[in-house]
Structures are given as structure tokens and as C-alpha cells.
């Protein structure tokens, strides 16, 4: 069975800095998908970023940019220049491409404050 | 386009009642999942349904089910409800091999 780790329960970064989010995973599979949730305080689960694993470029959306290291199982998250909206909960998820198998595994969560 | 609604938002119920909770996934999204997301146990899966059928399952007690209509529209039943039941559930779809998109929540309480 997959399986996700978030080993930073919280984190603290300061207005305009960088700050990087850990997640690993275990996994037998070749082929998967790799998530980077967002959940504020208003509890909407929203997408941050998506990664293939076929796919050896990291993604990257604006601010939003990960370290994929598909050997090391690691999936990092790295938030540049963080305002005070980044303030949320943080969650890496895996999806299997297999089968039927579209549910999404999560971690426990990386919550991140963002001090003015 | 709208994004994914769930009904109602807010429930509270007590011990041993049953109760239901609607989705409405985004339009042409025929694939719904739902999670309950707890201080405790965090992030859980309890099913996926496409195209009115269930197609995954997590493991969760026979007390938990759900179905899908025939507009993809699905409701998620509890029967017999616990305090341990109190939760948020979180209802998300997607179109195949895409990313799940996930609705605002229906938080319920057990009292």
C-alpha cells in the first residue's frame, strides 16, 4: 500500500521569503501522480500544484515550484516570495495511474504560518 | 463554470440518527470521490463513484454509503451515527486521469 509522509507538522516563514514544505512517499508503482494541496481556514481544498511521475521536469506554477526526486521518493514544495495568503495547511497527496485506483492518498499536513 | 457544491454545509445530529450529504460535482466531471477529513485520522478515503457505479473503496464500516445519479450528482448516506463520525466530508471530481477539484465541505456534528 501507498503511503505519504509530511514530517513538518509546522513550519514559519516571514513575508517575501522562500520556504520548502517535505513530503515522501513510498510506492511500488512506476506511473502515479504526485499533489500539493492547499486547505486555509475556510476548509476549501484547493490545488497548489500536480506532478507526473513521468515526467522528469519540476513543475512549477508562479510562486510554486517542487523538487521531484522520483528515486528518493521525495516531493518537495518550495513557496517563493510567501505572502500572508500562503497561511494555510499544506497536504501531499498520491494518486496511483492504475486501474480504477483514482483516489487520492494524503499526508497528515504541513501547517504553515506567515509572519508579517 | 461552477465549481463543486455540496449540501448542506453545516449539520449537526445525534447518536444513532442517519444522515445524507449531497454533491454536485463541475460540469462534465463524471468521476466523484468523497473524504473525511478528521483531527485524528486525517485525509480518508471512503469511495469513488463513475458513471453511477462505485469503482474504489475505502475502508470504512458498511455504515458508510453512497451512490451517484444519473447527472453524476452523488450523496453519501451514515447510518447509525457515532460520535466518531463527526467530521468534515469532503466531496471532489475530476474527469479520467485529471486532478481532483474539491467542493467547500459539509461539516458535521454528532452530538
Known amino acids: 500500500a501507498q503511503t505519504v509522509t509530511q514530517s513538518q507538522p509546522e513550519m514559519s516563514v516571514q513575508e517575501a521569503e522562500t520556504v520548502t514544505l517535505s513530503c515522501t512517499y513510498d510506492?511500488?508503482?512506476?506511473?502515479?501522480?504526485l499533489f500539493w494541496y492547499k486547505q486555509p481556514p475556510s476548509r476549501q481544498m484547493i490545488l497548489v500544484i500536480r506532478?507526473?511521475?513521468?515526467?522528469?521536469q519540476n513543475a512549477t506554477e508562479n510562486r510554486f515550484s517542487v523538487n521531484f526526486q522520483k528515486a528518493a521518493k521525495s516531493f518537495s514544495l518550495k513557496i517563493s516570495d510567501s505572502q500572508l495568503g500562503d497561511a494555510a495547511m499544506y497536504f501531499c497527496?498520491?494518486?496511483?495511474?492504475?486501474?480504477?485506483?483514482?483516489?487520492?492518498?494524503f499526508g497528515k499536513g504541513t501547517k504553515l504560518s506567515v509572519k508579517p | 463554470k461552477a465549481g463543486v457544491t455540496q449540501t448542506p454545509r453545516y449539520l449537526i445530529k445525534t447518536r444513532g440518527q442517519q444522515v445524507t450529504l449531497s454533491c454536485s460535482p463541475i460540469s462534465g466531471h463524471r468521476s466523484v470521490s468523497w473524504y473525511q477529513q478528521t483531527p485524528g485520522q486525517g485525509l480518508q478515503f471512503l469511495f469513488e463513484y463513475f458513471s453511477e457505479t462505485q469503482r474504489n473503496k475505502g475502508n470504512f464500516p458498511g455504515r458508510f454509503s453512497g451512490r451517484q445519479f444519473s447527472n453524476s450528482r452523488s450523496e453519501m448516506n451514515v447510518s447509525t451515527l457515532e460520535l466518531g463520525d463527526s467530521a468534515l466530508y469532503l466531496c471532489a471530481s475530476r474527469l479520467p486521469l485529471e486532478t481532483q477539484y474539491f467542493g467547500p465541505g459539509t461539516r458535521l456534528l454528532v452530538l
Open positions: 497527496a498520491y494518486r496511483s495511474m492504475e486501474g480504477s485506483q483514482g483516489n487520492l492518498i
Open positions: 510506492t511500488s508503482e512506476s506511473d502515479y501522480y
Open positions: 506532478q507526473e511521475a513521468y515526467k522528469q
